[in-house]
T-cell receptor, first 110, second 116 residues
């Protein structure tokens, strides 16, 4: 599975949009981009995934560049409860295995 | 909403002792995973079950760790003997078997192990 690169940490003001970048320059055509997050003292939670089109659900939006080498997770109106570690993961089509990196620690500031 | 259950939530043990963790996946989920998460790192897969069969245990330290899912439902992860380096969060996750290319994993709250 392709490796991902994320910033170690980010801050965002409460109520603003949080934009979390992820680089996956070695992604191949049959690999999807997934995002999970882990709130302190809890297990990871699935957020969203995509292949090449932008995706949106009730939690977030995922913007994937046309060349698929990077993506951005957008939390449109961040709240204090969004403080967590966010993991960007690339998974091969048809496989279940998740390889977590260190993720981005997002701090939402009041 | 159905959740993955794990017990105990916290465990303190002395090195060389045996320790066991239990996981009850979401009802009907065929796939069960055990992960280990060291502080400051992302979770690392230890073992994956499909029903009662192990499909991936390549990262499981088999000299001291064992895992079973005898009836294809709940699962137990055991460490014997525990070492100081085993201090970590042990997470269990489950996913359904569907026709989708990927099935979301649902994680439990984890068991925090401290080895003294």
């Amino acid at each position: 599975d392709a490796k991902t690169t994320q910033p170690t940490s980010m801050d965002c003001a409460e109520g603003r949009a949080a934009n979390l970048p992820c680089n996956h320059s070695t992604i191949s055509g049959n690999e999807y981009v997934y995002w999970y997050r882990q709130i302190h003292s809890q297990g990871p939670q699935y957020i969203i995934h995509g292949l090449k089109n932008n995706e949106t659900n009730e939690m977030a939006s995922l913007i994937i560049t046309e060349d698929r080498k990077s993506s951005t997770l957008i939390l449109p109106h961040a709240t204090l409860r969004d403080t967590a570690v966010y993991y960007c993961i690339v998974i091969t089509y048809g496989r279940d295995k998740i390889i977590f990196g260190k993720g981005t620690r997002l701090h939402i500031l009041p | 909403e159905a959740e993955v259950a794990q017990s105990p939530r916290y465990k303190i043990t002395e090195k060389s002792q045996a320790v066991a963790f239990w996981c009850d996946p979401i009802s009907g989920h065929a796939t069960l995973y055990w992960y280990r998460q060291i502080l400051g790192q992302g979770p690392e897969l230890l073992v994956q079950f499909q029903d009662e069969s192990v499909v991936d245990d390549s990262q499981l330290p088999k000299d001291r760790f064992s895992a079973e899912r005898l009836k294809g439902v709940d699962s137990t992860l055991k460490i014997q003997p525990a070492e100081l380096g085993d201090s970590a969060m042990y997470l269990c996750a489950s996913s359904p078997r569907t026709s989708e290319s990927y099935n979301e994993q649902f994680f439990g709250p984890g068991t925090r192990l401290t080895v003294l």
